[in-house]
């Protein structure tokens, strides 16, 4: 099947009709009906699909693999993510999910055959959109999180996320690591849409990642005092919306002075009534650097920030860290071999840093991992206006092709 008639079978899925954005979040009707799509996918190819503890997605190309001399070959995999952001743009995910498909078709169309195991993955809550730590599949899949603190997460609405996994007919006692699964990975690698414009500045389709920035949530709480808006005096006031608007300044101007990125785009105001002061405000910080030292001093500028305003409005301040990733080294090896695997191909894939977040990222820290860009015209992501012109689409099947070819077809 051609890479637009399995973009098309996936598109439909958890649109909204008003925005044109996505709402794919994990255990929810979309979210099912996003794994039932891969299920499929993967079926009509002959690849044997699962779900495996942690809810993620993979389908096997099956053969033969066991050596009698040198034991079970290890597999390469790749992959991406089907969850999306609140109106989250059709391609974060999806396009390295489609394009490893595509990639495998191709393959066969060819006549090429793997020489070790070869799947595609897609990993469970990698934006974190429902319950709130980014990557928690993968996480939980290396051990990068308490299998005990991913059941008990909720999402705005108070359900966990052992009760969502449990109402989606999968079981959260079975959450945890999976040494065996990750031990027999040689390499997984990772196609994404571009989250920024450094592609179309070089006049590149495609290019390699070299790390991640490190990067964190955290969540702050300030607690006032509800009162009338209309009769209660200034000086009266325990008004936590103030605090919150001067953490979310702090934010813009701690980013500005450090080099680094931090933004506030979730808050949550209680009881949330017109005509009153609020109780409480949620305001939820993203924050990334080009390093941990830079992180930690946007991070500390703005806690310290909050705090005094906090102090200065009469209103308590509780604040947590939902998940912090530390900086990653893709490995060098294998981005190396992919760009001269590229080369080869003829395709020009310069090597670049990016600032989001991925579980290429996450099982780094356990195996060799490497990522594809595809160029985004406008840069745009996480949003409905996300995009990657067809073209290029193309040619980043016929990139992952040559790179699973090289990787998993020798
Ligand atoms: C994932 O998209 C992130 O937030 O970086
Ligand atoms: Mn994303
Ligand atoms: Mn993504």
């Known amino acids: ?7 098309e079978s996936l598109l439909p899925l958890g649109r909204d009709a008003g925005t044109g954005g996505y ?4 255990w929810t009707p979309a979210d099912e009906e996003c794994r039932r799509w891969f ?4 079926a009509e190819r002959g690849l044997s699909p699962s779900t495996d503890r942690n809810g993620n997605l993979w389908a096997w190309w099956d053969a033969p693999w066991t050596d009698p001399g040198a034991g079970p070959a290890k597999a390469v995999v790749t992959g991406s993510h089907l969850d999306s952001v609140p109106d989250g743009g059709a ?14 078709d191709l393959l066969r169309e060819r006549g090429k055959a793997p020489a070790r195991p070869l799947a595609v993955a897609a990993f469970c809550e990698e934006e974190g959109a429902r319950f709130g730590v980014a990557c928690l599949g993968s996480r939980l899949l290396t051990d990068a999180i308490e299998p005990e603190r ?9 359900t966990t996320f052992a009760a969502a996994m449990t109402a989606a007919g999968h079981d959260p006692a079975a959450l945890g690591p999976d040494p065996g699964l990750i031990g027999g990975i040689a390499a997984y690698v990772e196609l994404h849409i571009e989250q920024g414009r450094a592609l179309a500045d070089l006049d590149a389709a495609i290019g390699v990642a070299e790390r991640i920035w490190p990067h964190g949530r955290w969540r702050l709480t300030f607690t006032g005092r509800a009162d009338h808006a209309g009769t209660t005096r200034l000086g009266d006031r325990h008004d936590p919306m103030l605090a919150a608007a001067a953490t979310v300044l702090a934010a813009r101007g701690a980013a500005a002075r450090h080099g680094a990125l931090a933004t506030v785009g979730k808050l949550t105001v209680d009881p949330g009534a017109v005509n009153a002061i609020s109780s ?17 001093a946007v991070t500390g500028d703005v806690l310290t920030q909050a705090r005094t305003a906090a102090v200065a409005h009469g209103v308590a ?4 860290q939902e998940s912090v990733t530390a900086a990653v ?8 071999r992919m760009v001269a695997t590229l080369a080869a191909a003829g395709i020009r894939a310069p090597v670049l840093p990016t600032g989001a977040g991925h579980d290429a990222g996450v099982l780094a820290a356990s195996l060799p991992t490497g990522m594809l860009f595809v160029r985004n015209p406008t840069g745009v992501s996480h949003s409905p206006a996300e995009h990657a012109e067809p073209g290029d689409c193309a040619v980043g099947v016929t990139a992952l092709a040559a790179v699973l070819e090289d990787l998993a077809c020798r």
């Open 91 to 104: 391609y974060d995910g999806p396009l390295g999910v489609v394009t490893a498909f595509a990639a495998i």
């Open 280 to 296: 409480s405000v949620t305001a939820w910080l993203d924050a990334r650097a080009p390093d941990d030292r830079r992180l930690r």
């Open 329 to 336: 080294d893709f490995d060098a090896a294998l981005r190396d």
């Open 150 to 158: 991913a059941r008990a997460l909720t999402d705005s609405a108070g």
């Open 1 to 7: 099947m051609s890479f637009a008639a399995l973009w």
């Open 39 to 42: 299920f499929n996918t993967a």
């Open 23 to 26: 709402r794919r979040f994990s």
């Open 317 to 320: 301040l509780d604040h947590a």
